[in-house]
């Protein structure tokens, strides 16, 4: 059938494409001056140029006439383009969040197992800074990697499936839909683990579909990377493992050697962890599992929803819903391959949804579940609405199309705010590090003037769990080497956290025991003054200066507020209530 030509883009399409390019000029722009210290003047004109170059590049390219597939095909390739341009350009301009310096600060403790998660984040980052230096580039280059991975074996499963057409969409929503743009862009556990989990969905089913005997083999490749990178992939080794033994076609494989090959490769891949784990009293296994059931109750179902319309959009939501309601409609065709994916989905989606009726539900924990889907999504991501569909299929793919463009618009407007910033929008009071290049600086400097004042060595302590220590310490490396005064670990050896003062410290509280830090002096970061006043602060230190405020500003914009206290003679041990007296009186 011959289809209708797709018109020229039209005034509101201009608009955009407009509004797309301007945030590609000020990410290529910031990345020039921050990332490779190019001169400001040209900058701007290398970042207008590309600027330029995009748009009319964008404007060729859906003016030429095509057909309706073709047209389709083309809007999928050019939101991938767009989204994979606008995390380069900006992958290094802002500031870390406080989970990406906190895993910096595993790649400076270079180990085999960590408390609250495994080694793959850490030896990535640890990787790319030494190739690249202490920038957020190189900090977030292994997500952006990791997230490639992960398009490439989503396309090459749905390909598989459905046809390259199909395979084209299902790339477009790995690129545009916010969990999976957000995993390629901030560096986490969840970005490896990503990319091992769409790979073990890909060979799970080349088994299924393909009888593929060496797949096995690259299945438990994936799953033991997967095992090193979070914990949470046992749950899709958990649910291929049942997926087999309730297949009746698939329990041949249970009579042959390669399944067992295959998980003795994944074995092998997670033993460091395993034997990290022997070493500390299987301190990490306990924390992700016995602790967190342990913890108070917490009725979080509600906000377990929520967080899947963060990371699916409502029209992902809806485009699952019609996938269970319209099934036989949209995938029959697939066979088993159908029941295999929901399965992979579902199972660990069912699981966190469980947890969630009782304890804290948390916003990335069904992120990599939903990639299963992906390939049945791409069915709703179609050029055009067949007769007597039924409504909900209609709906979705109307409301796809409008919902890609928009995320697009949000993801580049959000980070040009992160980044250069936009006119007339302020920035949050102390919103993770925003604002912490100079910060950091203002902070190391502070410290060089106090140790010099002192003659003691000074330890920096973040008045929290691990937001600040881990922020100061990345900034304050970043500024010595902007300044070539570093030499080994530097900060990461020298800023600790609130465990010192009888909190919880994750890591911390094995990077800087205690009793190790007994007669230092320290200085005291906290977002208030109160949590450098109270009796656990004053009862370990023998004295305590006054305290102190420092601002943050990004832009020229304020952007929070610190306050500091330098102490002295710190003990582990709490002592009695007249050393806190005489600490409260210096």
């Not at 977030?140 to 459905?162: K, N, P, Q, V």
């Not at 067992?260 to 034997?275: E, T």
């Not at 049945?376 to 569909?389: K, S, Y």
Request: charged share 15%; glycine share 8%.
């Amino acid at each position: 059938m011959t289809l209708a030509p797709i018109r020229p883009p039209r005034p509101p399409a201009i608009a955009v494409m407009a509004l797309l390019a301007l945030c590609l000029y000020g990410g290529l722009q910031a990345s020039l001056a921050q990332v490779f210290a190019i001169p400001a003047l040209l900058a701007h004109l290398a970042a207008a140029v590309f600027a330029v170059l995009a748009f009319a590049a964008g404007y060729r390219w859906f003016a030429e006439p095509a057909s309706a597939e073709t047209g389709w095909n083309r809007f999928c390739l050019a939101v991938v383009v767009y989204a994979v341009l606008l995390r380069l350009l900006y992958l290094g301009v802002p500031e870390l969040l406080f989970e990406e310096a906190y895993y910096w600060n595993y790649a400076q403790h270079p180990d085999i197992g960590y408390l609250d998660h495994p080694l793959m984040v850490a030896w990535i980052i640890r990787l790319f800074v030494a190739l690249m230096g202490n920038i957020e580039f190189a900090v977030r280059a292994g997500a952006f990697l990791c997230w490639m991975i992960t398009a490439w074996f989503s396309y090459r499963l749905t390909r598989d499936l459905l046809g390259p057409s199909a395979a084209y969409r299902a790339l477009a929503l790995v690129a545009v839909l916010p969990v999976y743009f957000f995993f390629g862009l901030f560096m986490s556990p969840d970005a490896p683990l990503a990319a091992c989990w769409t790979a073990a969905l890909y060979y799970a089913n080349r088994i299924v579909a393909k009888d593929d005997a060496r797949a096995w083999l690259w299945l438990g490749a994936a799953i033991g990377l997967g095992m090193i990178s979070k914990y949470t992939m046992a749950l899709l080794a958990g649910a291929i493992v049942l997926f087999v033994l309730l297949d009746r076609p698939s329990r041949k494989w249970l009579a042959r050697p390669e399944p067992y090959v295959g998980a003795l490769i994944a074995l092998v891949l997670f033993s460091p962890v395993i034997i990290w784990n022997w070493q500390q009293d299987w301190a990490s296994f306990s924390f992700q599992s016995q602790d967190r059931l342990a913890s108070k109750f917490s009725f979080s179902l509600p906000r377990f929803a929520g967080n899947v319309i963060g990371l699916l959009t409502p029209t992902g939501v809806l485009s699952v819903v019609a996938l269970v309601v319209c099934r036989k409609e949209l995938a029959a065709s697939l066979g088993r391959s159908r029941v295999l994916l929901a399965w992979l989905a579902f199972f660990p989606i069912a699981i966190f949804a469980a947890i969630s009726v009782a304890r804290v539900s948390k916003l990335n924990w069904t992120g990599p579940a939903w990639l299963g889907l992906v390939p049945l999504m791409a069915l709703l991501v179609t050029p055009g609405i067949e007769a007597e569909v039924p409504r909900l299929m209609a709906w979705c793919r109307r409301a796809w199309p409008p919902t890609i463009v928009a995320c697009l618009i949000l993801y580049a407007a959000g980070l040009q705010w992160l980044g250069p910033g936009l006119p007339g929008v302020p920035y949050p009071h102390n919103m993770h590090l925003i604002g912490w290049r100079d910060f950091g600086r203002d902070i190391e400097v502070l410290a060089q003037r106090l140790a010099r004042e002192t003659g003691q060595e000074i330890l920096v302590v973040g008045m929290d769990r691990n937001r600040i220590a881990s922020g100061l310490a990345f900034y304050r490396t970043q500024y010595l080497d902007s300044t070539g005064q570093r030499t080994g670990l530097g900060p990461a050896s020298q800023t600790a956290s609130e465990h010192l003062f009888g909190s919880i410290g994750l890591m911390y509280a094995r990077w800087f025991p205690a009793a190790a830090q007994n007669g230092r002096t320290m200085l005291l970061v906290g977002k208030d003054a109160a949590s450098l006043k109270t009796d656990r602060v004053l009862s370990r230190v023998k004295t305590a200066g006054k305290i102190d405020e420092i601002g943050v500003w990004k832009n020229g914009k304020p952007a929070g507020r610190y306050y500091y206290r330098l102490v002295s003679g710190y003990q582990a041990k709490a002592a009695a209530d007249g050393a806190g007296d005489a600490a409260r009186d210096d």
